[in-house]
């Protein structure tokens, strides 16, 4: 699925296969042709089959997607002080180079 980290590092492993090995490529894609076929064929009964006879539908609660949704999209508009701080640390840890210029 294309939004997905999953996707995102399976697409990376393809592209650096192909560049590495280009005759392992028709491998690697029918092994993951045959992966999604495999969870296809798993989840499409999941979603579109039947209701197992005397299950009735459940009632969804809302609240924990609203306060996910407000969550989320706080720290998306509006990221705290401590959490940028910590972000920055973390890129200063990994990179070498902080994005602040606080000299870490």
């Not at 490529?25 to 296809?40: H, K, Q, V, Y």
């Amino acid at each position: 699925l294309p939004p997905f980290g999953v996707f995102t590092s399976e697409f990376l492993i393809l592209i650096a296969t192909m560049k590495a090995w280009p005759w392992l490529t028709p491998l690697l894609l029918l092994g993951l042709g045959i992966a999604f076929a495999g969870l296809f064929r798993h989840l499409h009964p999941l979603v579109y089959g039947e209701r197992p006879a005397g299950q009735g539908p459940v009632a969804a609660n809302m609240l924990p997607v609203v306060v996910q949704l407000a969550l989320v999209l706080w720290l998306g508009l509006a990221i705290p002080g401590f959490l940028a701080h910590w972000f920055d640390q973390a890129t200063h840890l990994i990179s070498g180079v902080a994005l602040s210029g606080s000299g870490l």
